[in-house]
């Protein structure tokens, strides 16, 4: 029985990516539905070639989650972008759907409400974000066996070992020029300023139970061991390869088998003779790159902290991709806002939702201003 796979993000760098591995893969997966926000060209190109049973492009929550919990699906892959995906990811899960998980905005904003969800409706929760599909086959095979330590691997982005001084200086391109991964402009961004290992980190304890003081940020540029899991006695476990973005996502949808994505698809197999300059790991630089200590304050604090967080972020990140702010403006401002804000706890889904758009508007009135 072929695998049907529901789509939200067809046309962003996961979806299209996911899209090459079932389409060298046609005999164990199908394609029921695909999304796009603004895309409709290419998404009518990829309806055309996988002829799905529904699709939308600009839908909003309610046409996301018609199409995340659609019965024809048995697995869906979330990559929407930022906090659209919290809603469809709900539903998809109370409709007994497997997730493939490449929204983390989702469990930063809404951790509790998702994995009590995954739990009563046991459902899987798979993970895309290459760290995380890592740190999630490092773990298989010892059910039971302690974590020491979770080792997040970060490239270092574009601004690896610079100044407070030079990310001052730094422009829009310089900061869209990751080294080693392709990309959306918004998680591109994101690596940039390390916002993006701030939320894997709270996403990261959210996925697999582990306090906040046992994940550390380990910065590799050469971003060939995606992560790592220590157990109590030592040995460290991890996961390497080229970087690839549809190996986790074909381990997503196979799991626990595993595609042959080296032949025709087209992945490079790691030659370990081509690392001429080795494989190096350094400390990550908080007080220049201040996100990564937002991220664990938001996330030790809890309640609505890390909607504020992430909500302003996402902000922040669209003002600076339209040339609005500086590079800089993003992390100063997050941390006057998370400086600023008065938290509430024990949030519904409503009430997550309510604080996401207050400090949208917020934040938007504030740089405007």
């Given at each position: 029985m072929?695998?049907?796979?529901?789509?939200?993000?067809?046309?962003?760098?996961?979806?299209?990516?996911?899209?090459?591995?079932?389409?060298?893969?046609?005999?164990?997966?199908e394609?029921?539905?695909?999304s796009?926000?603004?895309?409709?060209?290419?998404?009518?190109e990829q309806?055309k070639?996988?002829?799905?049973?529904?699709?939308?492009?600009?839908?909003?929550?309610?046409?996301?989650?018609?199409?995340?919990?659609?019965?024809?699906?048995?697995?869906?892959?979330?990559?929407?972008?930022?906090?659209?995906?919290?809603?469809?990811?709900l539903?998809?899960?109370?409709?007994?759907?497997?997730?493939?998980?490449?929204?983390?905005?989702?469990?930063?904003?809404?951790?509790?409400?998702?994995?009590?969800?995954?739990?009563?409706?046991?459902?899987?929760?798979?993970?895309?974000?290459?760290?995380?599909?890592?740190?999630?086959?490092?773990l298989?095979?010892?059910?039971?066996?302690?974590?020491?330590?979770?080792?997040?691997?970060?490239?270092?982005?574009?601004?690896?070992?610079?100044?407070?001084?030079?990310?001052?200086?730094?422009?829009?391109?310089?900061?869209?020029?990751?080294?080693?991964?392709?990309?959306?402009?918004?998680i591109?961004?994101?690596?940039?300023?390390?916002?993006?290992?701030?939320?894997?980190?709270?996403?990261?304890?959210?996925?697999?139970?582990?306090?906040?003081?046992?994940?550390?940020?380990?910065?590799?540029?050469?971003?060939?061991l995606?992560?790592?899991?220590?157990?109590?006695?030592?040995?460290?476990?991890?996961?390497m390869?080229?970087?690839?973005?549809?190996?986790?996502?074909?381990?997503?949808?196979?799991?626990?088998?595993?595609?042959?994505?080296?032949?025709?698809?087209?992945?490079?197999?790691?030659?370990?003779?081509?690392?001429?300059g080795?494989?190096?790991?350094?400390?990550?630089?908080?007080?220049?790159?201040r996100?990564?200590?937002?991220?664990?304050?938001?996330?030790?604090?809890?309640?609505?902290?890390?909607?504020?967080?992430?909500g302003?972020?996402?902000?922040?990140?669209d003002?600076?991709?339209?040339?609005?702010?500086?590079?800089?403006?993003?992390?100063?401002?997050?941390?006057?806002?998370?400086?600023?804000?008065?938290?509430?706890y024990?949030?519904?889904?409503?009430?997550?939702?309510?604080?996401?758009?207050?400090?949208?508007?917020?934040?938007?009135?504030l740089?405007?201003?």
């Amino acid at each position: 029985m072929k695998k049907k796979i529901a789509i939200l993000g067809s046309t962003g760098s996961i979806g299209t990516q996911a899209l090459d591995v079932i389409r060298h893969n046609r005999d164990r997966f199908e394609v029921v539905a695909l999304s796009c926000g603004r895309n409709e060209k290419l998404l009518m190109e990829q309806v055309k070639e996988f002829k799905p049973q529904a699709f939308c492009v600009g839908g909003g929550a309610e046409e996301l989650k018609e199409l995340a919990a659609m019965p024809e699906a048995d697995i869906v892959l979330n990559s929407l972008m930022g906090m659209m995906g919290l809603e469809p990811t709900l539903a998809a899960i109370e409709a007994g759907k497997d997730i493939a998980f490449a929204n983390k905005e989702t469990l930063v904003v809404g951790g509790e409400l998702v994995m009590e969800a995954v739990k009563r409706k046991g459902v899987k929760l798979l993970p895309v974000d290459s760290e995380h599909s890592a740190i999630f086959q490092a773990l298989q095979g010892n059910p039971g066996n302690p974590v020491r330590r979770i080792v997040l691997t970060a490239s270092g982005g574009p601004f690896r070992g610079y100044s407070r001084k030079q990310l001052e200086q730094v422009t829009l391109q310089e900061a869209l020029d990751h080294p080693n991964w392709s990309m959306g402009n918004k998680i591109t961004i994101d690596s940039a300023t390390m916002m993006n290992k701030g939320l894997e980190i709270i996403e990261a304890k959210w996925l697999f139970d582990v306090p906040l003081d046992r994940i550390q940020v380990v910065v590799h540029p050469q971003s060939i061991l995606h992560s790592a899991v220590e157990y109590e006695d030592g040995s460290v476990m991890g996961q390497m390869g080229n970087p690839d973005m549809r190996v986790p996502i074909g381990y997503a949808f196979s799991y626990p088998e595993r595609l042959n994505l080296t032949g025709e698809a087209g992945v490079k197999s790691l030659n370990f003779f081509d690392l001429k300059g080795g494989m190096s790991f350094f400390p990550a630089d908080e007080e220049v790159f201040r996100t990564l200590a937002l991220a664990r304050r938001a996330s030790t604090l809890g309640g609505s902290y890390p909607v504020v967080l992430n909500g302003a972020n996402e902000v922040l990140v669209d003002m600076f991709l339209h040339e609005k702010i500086r590079f800089i403006d993003i992390q100063d401002t997050l941390e006057r806002i998370m400086n600023e804000h008065e938290p509430k706890y024990n949030l519904t889904l409503q009430e997550i939702l309510e604080e996401d758009r207050k400090i949208r508007d917020y934040v938007g009135n504030l740089m405007e201003g």
